[in-house]
């Protein structure tokens, strides 16, 4: 199916990309330990959450509801949006159109 979208997927990416850099221990996602994500510099971080961001947009298309670290991306379709959540609340909403 694929996450339906009218925005640019280069501004949805850096908006989802902000959104995932929130959630505590995000870097799990990718089985890395915390160690090894305080070792890495800057650019190197954004450079991990941008490829988590793109991974997560993509695999929303298959999953509607994907966990990452202490948080939860969910695709709705019906209103076009991706929800972020963490602690059962809803953190930020990235708009699809």
């Given at each position: 199916?694929?996450?339906r979208h009218?925005?640019?997927?280069?501004?949805?990416?850096?908006?989802?990309?902000?959104a995932v850099?929130?959630?505590e221990e995000s870097f799990t996602f990718f089985e890395m330990e915390p160690d090894e994500w305080t070792a890495l510099?800057?650019?190197d971080r954004h450079e991990v959450m941008e490829a988590l961001a793109d991974d997560v947009f993509f695999g929303l298309g298959e999953n509607p509801v994907i966990e990452v670290g202490r948080?939860?991306?969910?695709y709705n379709?019906?209103?076009h949006i991706i929800e972020v959540s963490q602690d059962d609340k809803v953190t930020q909403i990235i708009r699809l159109i």
């Open positions: 199916m694929g996450v009218a925005r640019e997927y280069a501004d949805i990416l850096k908006d989802l990309t902000e850099a929130e959630i510099g800057k650019a948080g939860v991306i969910t379709g019906k209103h």
